[in-house]
């Protein structure tokens, strides 16, 4: 990677680029620390991840920017749900060096991913003097294709979806009263199949012409319990949604314990 002290001759700023929703969050210069998370009371934040999506996975002071000269460094504080460089999680209350192009995560599952980048309105800049952009814009459009989902929420979906189909099953109630003209039909169609000197088309026709008597003479019916419906209705939906996304409605599987341990 580049050495960032060409930022002190070139007047670059740097940025940290959000990669699920495409918004830039600029690094203060001449901040000897920069602070990531939500707003508290207790310590002021620089760089604000509220209002982003599945910002619920991330903590109130997550982790911090460390600019020593032209050399930046990544450090987690303490997070309930770590920070990731590179996809690899990060020890608690230790510094890593921190380059052009580095994806940072917080939290796991790829859900608040950024991108240490140069300003995005600097890069024909950088271009022209041979900075190394290209990378950054693969790590971006990668990232955004991929969308990783853990195995549990895979798990529990699927577990849900089942058991929606399965309450689904059992409360519904279908059958069907045979008429005579039906019965004397499938009989005939299965006593010439039976024949081999009739050709047996005369058998499937009678046969589907009894089916389609049943079917037309208003003797098939089907009961069902409307509260069991909704409920496994709402048990495969979101089943699919974990299954799909590891999330229903901006919670994930994580987030919900959390929420019961307050």
Do not use: C
Request: charged share 15%; aromatic share 10%; proline share 3%.
């Amino acid at each position: 990677m580049q050495n960032l002290r060409t930022l002190q001759t070139t007047g670059l700023g740097l940025e940290l680029f959000h990669t699920q929703t495409s918004t830039s969050f600029d690094i203060p210069p001449n901040y000897p620390i920069i602070r990531i998370g939500k707003p508290n009371e207790q310590i002021p934040i620089d760089i604000d991840v509220l209002t982003l999506p599945s910002a619920d996975i991330v903590s109130r002071v997550h982790a911090e920017i460390i600019a020593e000269g032209s050399n930046f460094y990544l450090m987690d504080v303490g997070s309930s749900n770590g920070t990731y460089l590179n996809d690899n999680k990060l020890e608690s209350h230790t510094r890593y060096q921190l380059n052009l192009g580095d994806k940072i995560d917080l939290g796991s599952d790829n859900k608040v991913s950024f991108i240490f980048q140069y300003k995005q309105q600097s890069q024909q800049t950088a271009i022209a003097t041979n900075k190394p952009t290209t990378i950054q814009l693969q790590a971006i459009n990668n990232e955004q294709k991929v969308q990783v989902v853990d195995r549990k929420s895979k798990f529990v979906g699927l577990a849900s979806m089942l058991s929606g189909i399965l309450m689904f099953a059992a409360n519904t109630r279908i059958g069907f009263g045979l008429g005579f003209p039906t019965i004397i039909l499938w009989i005939s169609g299965l006593a010439i199949l039976l024949q081999r000197r009739i050709n047996r088309n005369w058998g499937w026709g009678l046969i589907g012409l009894g089916t389609a008597l049943l079917l037309f003479s208003g003797r098939l019916f089907a009961s069902f319990n409307l509260l069991a419906m909704l409920l496994s209705a709402f048990l495969i939906f979101i089943g699919y949604q974990l299954f799909r996304n590891g999330e229903v409605f901006g919670y994930s599987l994580n987030s919900v314990k959390r929420l019961f341990k307050r």
